[in-house]
Each structure stands twice: as C-alpha cells, then as structure tokens.
C-alpha cells in the first residue's frame, strides 16, 4: 500500500517563467532548487503549510533524457478552504480563473498556469 502522495512532476517549457508563476502568483514556496546538469536545475515549489511539492521540469530537458515519457499535463486536483477569497485572490494576481461551480458535491473553480496547463481547485470540507 501506498499511503499518500509526495510529488507531482509537471513539464514547463520555462523553468523560470514557471517559478514565477508558482511563487509570485500562487504563493508557494521554493521547496527544493538545485542544479543538476549544466544549465538544468531541479526545482520543487510547495504551499507554505504543505509537505506535496510541484517539480518544475523542462520538457526539452526530459524528451531528451528519456523520449517514452509523456510530459503532457497530468490532471491536477487542489484542495483549499475558503474559496470566494481564494478565486478573488487569484483573479487580483492576473491568473486565469474559471468561475466559482456548486454542484451537489462541492463548490470548485479551474485555473491556469503560464502554459495554460488547467487545474482544479475544490472546496475543503
């Protein structure tokens, strides 16, 4: 059995752009950077309270390592209280949000990021 998750891996086509998007806009942290190669680093970003991180990974840079792996979008899936200020927030910091949805099973929105990658946000209960 495994008993929760640790990270998810999405590929940016900038690392830096993605960085600034996640930390500027969101308000994660930098968890993790390091470099790993010539001009290629490892970059982790996560929420202030939360112990899941974000690897930011350049596609170029995982094609070439190893082209079988798909770095397309994975569906993504947050959780967050309180999502009237959450959206309101987010709109004020220029991302691109849905429109708050209730449905019988709670209330969520949807996002992007600077690659127009969509998100989900639910609503924590």
Known sequence: MIPKLAKVTIYVENQQQAKHFWIDRMGYRVACEHAVGPGLNWLEVAAPDSRISFVLYPKTAMQAQNPEV????????????NLDRLHHKMKKNGIEVGELEEFPYG????????????????EET
């Open 107 to 122: 209330r969520m929105f949807s996002f992007c990021d600077q690659d127009h990658n969509p998100y989900l946000v639910r």
């Open 70 to 81: 798909s770095v397309g979008h994975p569906s993504v899936i947050l959780c967050a209280h």
